[in-house]
């Protein structure tokens, strides 16, 4: 059974940082590209960061790029996001997904192409 739990997320004053953190289990991890998505109030779900399967290249969408960094520790079945100079536009819940085999850099703008969802952990920013 795919499971995928994402945590670190909480309260946090403008221009402070958070570490998100994707437990990943269920499936072969290596083989998998592993993204983060948030959905804003009132907004669609958009692409923050993506590592890609089997060779880990990693793309940033344009809302949060220059300010957040992902990283993957597959001996950990890992995935972290790492979000520095947080304002509050980027209050919302950040979700982690996983899909086999996914190497397109386009997956960063395309949500539906990730088929596992984690439960999805809320960030807010305060002014």
């Known amino acids: 059974e795919v499971r995928i739990v994402e945590s670190g997320g909480g309260v946090v004053q403008a221009g402070g940082s958070l570490r998100l953190s994707c437990q990943a289990s269920g499936f072969n991890f290596d083989d998998y590209a592993i993204g983060w998505f948030r959905r804003a109030p009132g907004k669609e779900r958009e692409g923050v960061a993506c590592i890609l399967a089997y060779d880990s290249t990693f793309y940033y969408g344009p809302s949060m790029k220059g300010r957040v960094t992902i990283s993957r520790d597959n001996a950990k079945r890992m995935v972290y996001l790492q979000m520095n100079n947080l304002t509050p536009e980027d209050t919302a819940v950040y979700y982690c997904?996983?899909?086999?085999?996914?190497?397109?850099?386009?997956?960063?703008?395309?949500?539906?192409?990730?088929?596992?969802w984690g439960q999805g952990t809320q960030v807010t920013v305060s002014s």
């Open positions: 997904a996983a899909e086999r085999a996914l190497t397109n850099p386009q997956s960063i703008r395309n949500p539906i192409w990730w088929g596992d």
